[in-house]
């Protein structure tokens, strides 16, 4: 109720927010994660943070993940507690630019980050689009992407983005790598 309210209330693109939040979703049910009750848990966080991540649109267009940060860390938001919204403002926070403003942040989850960021780089189009299967899975403290490599010759500035993601995620010492599959 709290979620949808704010939804309404800053005018968020609910069909491309269920578009990330639903491709976020399937890059986390490809992890491990070995508590059925923390999977079920960050599969709800995943998909607040997709309806929420643009909610600072409605105040600027520039920085408006800090925006979208501020106000679910900082509104009344019935049903969550103050540590649920310094999650869910981190994950916020995080989902787009430079991953150094949050390296040093102790309560990030760095799973559900990269599965927000991915879905969302992927969905930037903001409309319906055929993606390929993609696999992703933990490798080495961090987090490995498997595309197709003829879909990814399609999309030279998907690829752009992904190799311009994977090159912030090593600038916080956190391994990732886009690996490029046969079809």
């Given at each position: 109720?709290?979620?949808e309210?704010f939804k309404?209330?800053?005018?968020?693109d609910?069909?491309?927010?269920?578009?990330?939040?639903?491709l976020?979703?399937?890059?986390?049910?490809?992890?491990?994660e070995?508590?059925?009750?923390r999977?079920?848990?960050?599969?709800?966080?995943?998909?607040?943070?997709?309806s929420l991540?643009?909610?600072g649109?409605?105040?600027?267009?520039?920085a408006?993940?800090k925006?979208?940060?501020?106000?679910?860390?900082?509104?009344?938001?019935?049903?969550?507690?103050?540590?649920?919204?310094?999650?869910l403002?981190?994950l916020?926070?995080?989902?787009a630019?430079?991953?150094?403003?949050?390296?040093?942040?102790?309560?990030?989850?760095?799973?559900?980050?990269?599965?927000?960021?991915?879905?969302?780089?992927?969905q930037?189009?903001?409309?319906?689009v055929?993606?390929?299967?993609?696999e992703?899975?933990?490798?080495?403290?961090?987090?490995?992407?498997?595309?197709?490599?003829?879909?990814?010759?399609?999309?030279?500035?998907?690829?752009?983005s992904?190799?311009?993601?994977?090159m912030?995620?090593?600038?916080?010492?956190?391994?990732?790598?886009?690996?490029?599959?046969?079809?």
């Open positions: 109720m709290t979620v309210g309404r209330r800053y005018g968020v609910t069909a491309q927010a269920d578009r990330i939040g639903e976020a979703i399937s890059f986390y049910d490809q992890l491990d070995p508590e059925e009750d999977r079920e848990e960050n599969r709800m966080f995943l998909a607040w943070a997709a991540h643009e909610i649109l409605s105040i600027a267009h520039s408006y993940h925006h979208s940060s501020y106000i679910t860390s900082n509104a009344d938001m019935p049903g969550f507690s103050r540590t649920d919204q310094a999650r403002a981190a916020v926070l995080g989902h630019g430079k991953l150094g403003k949050i390296a040093q942040a102790r309560d990030i989850d760095w799973t559900l980050l990269f599965c927000l960021r991915l879905a969302s780089l992927l930037r189009r903001r409309v319906d055929a993606l390929p299967g993609i992703v899975r933990s490798a080495a403290g961090g987090f490995e992407v498997r595309l197709p490599n003829n879909w990814v010759a399609s999309n030279p500035l998907t690829d752009y992904l190799v311009q993601e994977a912030e995620w090593e600038r916080i010492g956190r391994p990732y790598r886009v690996v490029y599959t046969e079809d």
